[in-house]
């Protein structure tokens, strides 16, 4: 159902080599470069993620209540990609960790201030 996802950020070339880093352990590539957004994800027929500077010219916010979440193989990669991602300079919002039976993950905040979470279903 979802074909993709827009963030926004003020600074396109710095969180574009910051989302490159993150993203990279998950097999995903930038798959579409514009003059005002990089797209990232493993081809443009499956969900992608884009990082937009607005279109309306004012500054990029985080949304409140807003998240993206992306899909681990196993347990095992959702403690690795959050240790990844600290290391980039997210921050905790949740250690890796069962949530309710069957739905274990690792909440963060990337250096823009968007939610994020990576987690394992069963």
Request: with cysteine.
């Amino acid at each position: 159902m979802i074909g993709y996802i827009t963030l926004g950020t003020n600074d396109l070339p710095k969180s574009g080599e910051y989302f490159d880093k993150l993203f990279a352990p998950l097999g995903a590539k930038r798959i579409l470069e514009l003059p005002h957004g990089i797209f990232w994800g493993t081809s443009m027929a499956n969900p992608f993620i884009g990082l937009l500077k607005p279109a309306n010219g004012q500054a990029a916010t985080v949304g409140n209540g807003t998240m993206v979440a992306l899909t681990a193989k196993d347990r095992a990669q959702v403690d690795a990609f959050y240790e990844h991602a600290k290391t980039l300079g997210c921050t905790c919002e949740g250690a890796p960790g069962e949530r309710m039976p069957g739905f274990y993950a690792a909440y963060f905040r990337t250096p823009d201030g968007h939610k994020m979470n990576i987690f394992k279903m069963g």
